[in-house]
């Protein structure tokens, strides 16, 4: 039984009812805490996606979360078979866990079509993963690109001169970045329009619940402060 939120993880000895999320936690300590600083990232990212959540729709935040810790479960030296960390992530997946929407997610993460292009396994990718073009691909993209390689917290632009500068202008990710710099800022600029949305539509029900109540002691510059729907 498998649903975005539940599904049955089954073999000989155990049948477990878990969620996506719950899962890939679990799958993503197991594989890359060993791998010290990747692990640190992951689990950012991981955090980052509970973050914003409220982005996406009810019935995906389990999956925004499960996506963002199993991005890069691929890089587990007992998965890569390939050496290209979001296919052999995701047919890890597909073939140990649930698959489906998880699996794609993690395949085509952060634009992975063009690194598999400049690596020559864009056929394969394609073929075997469809691409999906979603508001929670967007959110995993955003937050594996606010998120630096020890786990820090960056901004876009400071994340994209980060990975220049660690691999260096000839490396196969630099040269696919070269690519995708446009579709992954076009990702991370949707999510934020989505976050600031989301804040103004806050603030407006917020407002409407104080103005229900007669004599709320609010004080004028708080008042001033969301009538005014400040970002920060």
């Known amino acids: 039984m498998r649903s975005s939120n539940v ?11 878990m969620s996506l ?21 992951v689990r950012q ?4 996606a509970r973050r914003i959540a409220y982005v996406v729709s009810p019935d995906d935040r389990d999956l925004l979360v499960a996506a963002a810790y ?3 479960v691929g890089y587990a030296p007992e998965l890569a078979n390939t050496g290209f960390h979001p296919l052999d992530g995701a047919r890890w997946i597909r073939n140990h866990g649930p698959g489906g929407r998880l699996a794609r997610l993690v395949a085509h993460h952060s634009c992975a079509v063009y690194e598999a292009q400049v690596r020559g396994l864009a056929e394969t ?7 999906e073009d979603s508001v929670t691909y967007d959110a995993l993209v955003f937050c594996d690109l606010t998120t630096g390689p020890k786990g820090e917290s960056l901004r876009f632009d400071e994340r994209i001169r980060d990975i220049y500068e660690r691999y260096g202008p000839d490396h196969e990710v630099s040269r696919a970045l070269d690519l995708s710099h446009a ?4 990702c991370h600029a949707r999510t934020l329009a989505r976050l600031g949305l989301a804040y103004v539509r806050f603030c407006a ?6 103005d229900a109540q007669p004599d709320r002691g609010m004080h004028p510059e ?10 920060h």
């Open 7 to 17: 599904f049955v993880l089954a073999d000989r000895q155990v049948c477990v009812l």
């Open 183 to 186: 579709a992954l800022q076009a």
């Open 70 to 72: 199993l991005h890069d």
């Open 45 to 48: 990212v991981g955090e980052q």
């Open 21 to 41: 999320a719950s899962w890939a936690v679990a799958s993503s300590e197991k594989f890359l805490s060993p791998l010290g600083a990747r692990w640190s990232h």
């Open 125 to 131: 990718l394609l073929s075997e993963f469809e691409p």
């Open 205 to 210: 029900l917020f407002e409407v619940m104080l």
């Open 222 to 231: 708080t008042g001033n402060r969301v009538s005014r729907h400040e970002f």
